[in-house]
């Protein structure tokens, strides 16, 4: 394991070591943080990177491939257009966690703050906690999964997501409603929880998705989501 | 954007340092808005001095003849102290309303940056570190004490545009955002005969507050009114004389990230703000909600 330290090493110069990993060096470790924005972003190897400490703005933003796992919290968009890999964050996530994702888990063991998974596009994001409003706003594909409590305005002018909430849904947006959890859900979500490792029981979810008059829903292009 | 940073202690024992807290913390956030800075701090309240925070463009004003001057107007014993282009003036706590009264009818050069009894406002336009340097923030201590550095949107990059700004007695904002119905409401409060010192829109916000406070609300009621009356994007931090409270408006885009422990409560834009913080590693670190008021007080924390 290598460990790159924020107090001596310029963020620019750790984001490049990572982003080219040269030496074959798998496994990372970034020390003193300090809340640093754009840390470990633009990542395209199938690497380990721990952060001690909190981190900024777009933590581990436009990840794949890699694994980044931060033991502390992050600030807006953590793992934002993330395509593959894993994020884990052990602390809290601000706003707009996990947007626009096309792909990989993001796995958030505290709270995430408002518009959690907007515009999400494949991304699997797991929140151990609870998430703020406006969460999952037009989400396109992918699945969110909520153990707590989700805030107003759930799914807004949602198009073909997944949304798992185990607590309650202070209000649910426009044209996002509950639906029918069927065996291929529980099956879904307990696939998701154990990657997440989550300890939660699919049965205690509640389903909610797109009741498609928002948008021209075409039954044909089903398969494309 | 704009960066705005809080310190309200707890723990005695780090108050002459507070200065030297939030400097650091205001530095730290300069990349969120360069063109001016400024410091509202709380320093020692003993009750028996009343103060002004005064400043003047012109380089060459003699701030111990001001003094006098208002001193045989007012009919008290007022002494100034300088600290570059702001100078506080000291005087029995009775004599500050004729104090301000005799400061605008005879040096309308000068402005008034705060008065009450332990608030004291420096600001100007510029970076944060040079604003910090200027004034010597580092070695005050206090209570408590509120920083911004301003990104400008809604009007210029002036020394009296900067924040914090102050409408009322020991009452001072910090505003990160922009408010939509400032103009409405500003006739409005002009109508009540408040005045305002410039077009912006956080000084509305702030002699909304000060209205409130002044019909009798504590500051977590006039907050509160706020989110009623207030549309626009916000996030404020108000300081009073023995206070300090945070609201976010209801969609909460601008960003504020709190801290708590035994020794402080202290506020940020971001996490970075309070990374040098003493303990933050096991203080406990929130963002605040939406559309919810936060307040402390030392009255309350005393009682």
Redesign the interface.
Known sequence: MRRLDLAETPLREVNAALQVPVSGETSWEIVNP????ALAVGLDAPIDVGIRG?A??YCAGMNKQATVHVHG?V??GVAENMMSGTVIVE??A??YAGATGHGGLLAIKGNA??RCGVSMKGIDIVVHGDI??SSAFMAQTGNLVVLGDAGDALGDSIYEARLFVRGSVRSLGADCVQKEMRPEHLELLARLLDRAGADARPEEFKRYGSARRLYNFDVDNATSY | MCGIVGLFLKDRSLQPELGSLLSDMLVTMTERGPDSAGIAIYGADSGAEGRLTIQADDRGTDFDAVAARLGEIAQARVTAHRRDSHAVLVCPPAAVDAVREALERTFPEITLMSFGSNIEIYKETGLPSDVVDRFGIRSMGGTHGIGHTRMATESAVTTCGAHPFSTGADECLVHNGSLSNHNRLRSGLEREGIRFATDNDSEVAAAYLSGKMRDGADLGEALNAALSDLDGFFTFVVGTRSGFGVVRDPIACKPAVMAENDRYVAFGSEYRALAGLPGIEDARVWEPEPATVYFWSHRHAAA
């Open positions: 300090r809340g640093a924005h909190s900024g703005y919290s600030g807006p602390g809290d601000s706003q703050s408002s703020g409003h």
